[in-house]
């Protein structure tokens, strides 16, 4: 997959796309083949940092001790204290909001097994458990404010049960430079966490939240299948040698 495909896709995804009132997201869709997915080696589940923000605004929660409750408080949406989290736990309402309204959760790594007791039956069937992959399981002496910034422009690529991989990758108004960068970002990912590289990617595809999806790439192949036709229409025909018959080679 080259830039100026990626390029030319946005263009008629939104050229082609229906105005809304609202600022539609641009989605990436990576349909993958050739895998068996029950094989854990098969699948896909990937975080990815960008260069550039997807235009969605990422909510964090962190959930700490009192060595980093203060910094949590001013670096992240919510912070919830060490202290707190029993009488959370028995608030299945409040639990339940909680996991709904944040997309990430940190965690202070010396009280992982009160969290893990306190919120794992709830993050974790949502995926939303404090990840060590992503940097989410933090040091009592952490710097939140990086972990924060870089948490804003993370997507997690993920085929585990179906063989697409959708991630948001900007805005309707983003500028299609940074668009383009982030579809490339998360391509050139998905790409290496594929036994087979490119043998394992079908199809890309760009979409607009209420629009059609356009095909990354399909000029390229519709030019390809055309030189392929022009080819067989100029290659001379074989023309199988007429055999004669035994019979009528005896009589000559």
Known sequence: M????VVEAL????????????NQSVDLII????????????????????????????????LVGPEL???????????VSVDEFEAIEKDKKQLKKLSNEYDYFIAQANIMPKVARSFGRVLGPKGKMPNPKLGCVVPPNANLKPLVEKLQ????????VNSMVPCTVGKEDSKDEEVVDNILTIYDNVLHHVPNGKQNIKHVY???????????????EEAKEEKVKEKVKKSPKKEKAKEKPKEEAKKE
């Open 2 to 5: 080259n830039k100026k495909d």
């Open 11 to 22: 263009k008629l995804v939104k050229e082609q796309g229906p105005k809304r009132n609202f």
């Open 31 to 62: 349909a993958l083949r050739n895998l068996d997915l029950k094989k854990p080696e098969h699948q896909v589940d990937s975080f990815i940092t960008l260069h550039y923000p997807i235009g969605k605004i990422v909510k964090i929660c962190a």
């Open 69 to 79: 409750m203060a910094q949590a408080k001013e670096a992240c949406d919510h912070a």
């Open 153 to 160: 422009k993370s997507v997690r690529a993920e085929a585990k």
């Open 206 to 220: 760009l979409k607009l939240t209420m629009g059609k999806p356009v095909k990354i790439g399909e000029k390229e």
